[in-house]
């Protein structure tokens, strides 16, 4: 169905119809003027992300459910960074004329799952029309006691830096999922070549042939195999939350912290420059998936740079005192990457031969 | 300059380096993964906004700092339209390549100076590019105590109606920057087939001449006379802060409200259904400005349709007891339009000549 049809009002009724706030925090989620949340006793965080057609995603190959999860996990994320819970999050979109009411319904059964997952409630939004791509905007705003929240800034030299997971994977999903849609649109191209040229001869036997063909391409399954969890660190991120509980239970409490979003260098740039200090850290510490070195070799792409600045990764980067390392050794998926220095030593990575590289960062232009 | 030759971080770094939040609720601005916030003894209220190129805007007649500026209020409007005071805003800003630095300056221009008209603090945002047009996001944050914050449910039959400054202004400045665009567009479109006739001919003389003419058309002036309230209203809305501030200094508690954003007509509909009443408006009671109504005789359209249905007046509708009817009749710039009844009796406009209509909605599609 055509969002003309159900018209503004009809259309936000059916999205969030089913939604149930089940944080106390939440005292009004959607269907007034603004969400009304109560956060007496407890510090309120709120994040907020712009996703663009084109630039974050691609809907060759996401389609509305996972992107609505992905929108989701990544928004929560920066609640996580915190030491945060997320609580609540409101959803804006908007969306050109391709999209109908299945695919937003798709969008918000993705948003509902991700939200399920971290208990959290969906409180509001904003439905627009587009003349040209999707726009997604998702707030998070999420709780913590004062004395729980991790800044970027509070490392200090000697502290032990660490990443949750591993890191490069989505980005080498994402040079895999452009690699088989460069394969797919040669294949139509190519087969449009040849329906032109069999229509200008009207070559029966030709067109018939062409029919088989197009059936196999629009069957078109592109090649995953052995790649399945790059595709799903592209494709299906998840908030690091079960990170922030393994250091709860292991009482340890990170001096300072950040999300791993634009990639490893970028990130812990930002983190030495909020805490004024430097860092070391070790090219072979930093933990890769083998599945991510594999594709790095099949690309004939460089796999620290890979991990450095491939970004997406959604892990936690943070620093810990060195008096915790026997703690943290013991945890599973945390991984001991360096350590701090003083300002003045400046941010290095440390090469498998010995050798040492200024760490620089990447953003967006 | 380009926004690639300064970097995101330097970007980022050079829009928000003179933000200094004011609000005690403030505890952490820009600069982190997520802003901290304080509201230990009041309500948190949150909404936000999508403004998409093409469809909430066209920076053909609206400048990057009125933009700005436009946005932070509708944005501040909802948390008004819920008895609250606006404390924060988060920005989102997706930006294609026509836009450089010093449009972003400009942007930032405008935010701040709406922000400090009602003491907001700027505390976080996302940048991005876009590869199609310009789309923004603004989430606006504030407090209400409990017992203070108006519903859009909350009216019972007998209530009076009220609606604060005058409707249907911003729909008729618009009508009118859409008729000066289309002026001016075919001025250069008439220019452009001359330039391209005299070019064909090789005639001096009249390429010479088309020179001065391309100097008036550039200098193109909208004629704007005796409109320039309409263009304000629709170029440089402001939030409806003082009709609150008005309300406590009479003491007086709406029992529901709303924003008026998409008309009148559509959003007392919205008030009624929360609030499981019908109502009874007067047509002769709706507040119009002489100047919407000399627009509407020019351009041949309907007064009373152009105020219920025009949208973007970022006024208040709201409810109060009929025992408040002798102090709300002493304020300025708040009018009483009509009143509450039982659901079953629907919502209906009585026009001037006794003739009843039922009140019909309209959305974005």
Tied chains: 1, 2.
Excluded at 49 to 63: K, P, V
Excluded at 203 to 223: H, M, V
Aim: glycine share 8%; aromatic share 8%; with cysteine.
């Amino acid at each position: 169905m055509e969002i003309k049809e159900l018209g503004e009002f009809k259309l936000i009724e059916r999205l969030t119809k089913d939604i149930k706030p089940t944080n106390p925090s939440t005292i009004k989620g959607v269907g007034d003027d603004a969400a009304v949340l109560r956060y007496s006793d407890k510090e309120v965080l709120v994040s907020s992300h712009l996703f663009m057609e084109g630039i974050q995603f691609d809907l060759t190959y996401i389609d509305m459910k996972h992107l609505a999860y992905k929108c989701a996990m990544v928004a929560m994320t920066n609640i996580f960074a915190m030491n945060g819970q997320p609580c609540q999050i409101i959803v804006s979109i908007g969306v050109g004329k391709r999209i109908n009411v299945t695919d937003l319904d798709q969008f918000y059964d993705g948003l509902k799952t991700a939200c399920s997952k971290w208990n959290v409630d969906i409180v509001g939004g904003d439905t627009t029309s587009s003349y040209t791509g999707l726009s997604i905007n998702i707030t998070c705003i999420g709780e913590s006691v004062k004395e729980d929240i991790v800044y970027r800034k509070g490392a200090t030299p000697t502290d032990i830096i660490c990443v949750s997971g591993d890191l490069g994977a989505a980005y080498m999903g994402l040079q895999i999922l452009e690699r088989e849609k460069t394969v797919y649109y040669q294949q139509v191209e190519e087969f449009n070549k040849k329906l032109t040229q069999a229509q200008k001869e009207n070559d029966r036997g030709k067109l018939e042939a062409l029919n088989n063909e197009r059936a196999i391409i629009e069957n078109f399954q592109p090649d995953f195999a052995g790649k399945e969890y790059l595709i799903d660190r592209q494709l299906k991120p998840e908030a690091p939350g079960e990170v922030l509980e393994q250091l709860r239970n292991a009482n340890i409490r990170p001096t300072s912290m950040i999300d791993v979003s634009d990639g490893l260098a970028s990130d812990l740039k930002h983190l030495c420059k909020e805490s004024n200090v430097g860092c070391r850290i070790y090219e072979d510490k930093i933990p890769i998936d083998y599945q991510t070195a594999a594709a790095c070799e099949e690309f004939n792409m460089n796999l620290t740079t890979a991990a450095l600045n491939g970004g997406e990764d959604y892990e936690l980067l943070f620093t810990i005192p060195i008096s915790e390392h026997a703690k943290i050794t013991s945890l599973k998926n945390i991984h001991q990457i360096g350590y701090v220095t003083e300002s003045k030593l400046g941010e290095f990575l440390i090469a498998r031969d010995g050798n040492e590289f200024q760490l620089t960062a990447q953003g967006w232009v």
